[in-house]
């Protein structure tokens, strides 16, 4: 079935990097996406990419797909304490559903 | 980017009582919505797509009578919880597909709903 993976928890300092990684397991996925969500909040488009890319930058953010390993990350450059949020990865399948992984907690430490 | 709302943001209701929920597309219309349930410090779940002019399509596990769907316009979906229970308190969020044909979807603020 659909799922996706993601670590629960990163803890960064501040003007470090933040590397969120997420596996999914869906070969039929079109489009994999980065949210942010912070608290009591909805959620934040902040990237996709579409999966016959392997890499997609914006400003701050790097994408990176492994289609062959299914693996997703999100690197945040000079990472921030306003990047404290939940970081979640989702896919969107042949189906059209979006499927969301568990999300992670990044807590950047001043 | 496009926008989404939905009305209200919180809401506090009696157990046995249905509270209504809306979702807006602003500026783009949306023949497809979503419908995501999520509790405290966990992800979103799917609960339905509404799609405009016919019944939603539930996930598994879903009760349709407990979580009335129209999608009545291209603008606006709502979500009623019928006869509320303190298990149905959680944060409702609504997406709309963007209809320029890419799968990327709006999400609106989210509604919290709590159920005394």
């Known amino acids: 079935g659909e799922d996706v993976e993601q670590s629960l928890f990163l803890s960064v300092r501040e003007g470090d990097s933040s590397v969120i990684n997420c596996t999914y397991t869906d070969s039929s996925s079109t489009y994999l996406y980065w949210y942010k969500q912070e608290p009591g909040a909805g959620l934040q488009l902040l990237t996709y990419i579409f999966s016959n890319m392997d890499m997609k930058q914006d400003q701050r953010l790097t994408v990176l797909l492994n289609k062959k390993d299914k693996h997703l990350s999100l690197r945040i450059a000079d990472t921030q304490t306003g990047d404290s949020a939940i970081y979640f990865c989702a896919e969107t399948t042949g189906g059209f559903k979006t499927i969301f992984g568990a999300g992670t907690r990044l807590f950047v430490k001043a | 980017g496009a926008v989404v709302s939905q009305h209200p943001s919180w809401v506090i209701c009696k157990s046995g009582t249905s509270v209504k929920i809306e979702c807006r597309s602003l500026?783009?219309?949306?023949?497809?919505m979503f419908w995501y349930r999520q509790f405290p410090k966990q992800s979103l779940m799917l609960m339905a797509t509404?799609?405009?002019?016919?019944?939603?399509?539930?996930e598994q596990g879903v009760e349709k009578d407990k979580f009335l769907i129209n999608h009545a316009s291209l603008t606006l979906s709502t979500l009623t919880v019928t006869s509320a229970h303190p298990e149905d308190s959680s944060f409702y969020i609504c997406?709309?597909?963007?209809?320029?044909?890419?799968?990327?979807?709006?999400f609106g603020p989210g509604t919290r709903l709590t159920v005394t």
């Open positions: 500026d783009f219309q949306a023949t497809t």
């Open positions: 997406s709309a597909r963007d209809p320029s044909g890419k799968y990327e979807q709006y």
């Open positions: 509404s799609n405009e002019g016919s019944k939603a399509t539930y």
